[in-house]
């Protein structure tokens, strides 16, 4: 089993940034692809970026490629999401997602464990 736990949400301007962490316990860290995805009021939760296991390849949503950066601390068993150039559109509830395998993946059924997500609004 493996626990995830975000942190870092909140309101922001748009043009600020924000910084999620999702720290995780349980399971090796390092064995996990780790995934953020989001979901804003009524809509389907949709891939946001993703990063591998040991070489740490990463990949992100055409929507925030250049604004957003995603990367690990396996010493620390965190995974961070940083949001730069926020914007309204943007609002959402963020969540880390972690895969017991090594590659990539955009798809939330590939995920195996999910955190309780953090709120992030951006106003205008």
């Known amino acids: 089993q493996v626990q995830l736990v975000e942190s870092g949400g909140g309101l922001v301007q748009a043009g600020g940034s924000l910084r999620l962490s999702c720290a995780a316990s349980?399971?090796?860290?390092?064995?996990?692809?780790m995934g953020w995805f989001l979901q804003a009021p009524g809509k389907e939760r949709e891939f946001v970026a993703a990063?591998?296991?040991?070489?740490?390849?990463?990949y992100y949503a055409d929507s925030v490629k250049g604004r957003f950066t995603i990367s690990r601390d396996n010493a620390k068993n965190t995974v961070y999401l940083q949001m730069n150039s926020l914007k309204p559109e943007d609002t959402a509830v963020y969540y880390c997602?972690?895969?017991?395998?090594?590659?990539?993946?955009?798809?939330?059924?590939?995920?195996?464990?999910w955190g309780q997500g953090t709120q992030v609004t951006v106003s205008s």
């Open positions: 997602a972690a895969r017991f395998r090594t590659g990539l993946s955009v798809g939330d059924d590939e995920y195996d464990y």
């Open positions: 349980g399971r090796t860290f390092s064995s996990y692809a």
């Open positions: 990063i591998s296991t040991s070489d740490s390849r990463t």
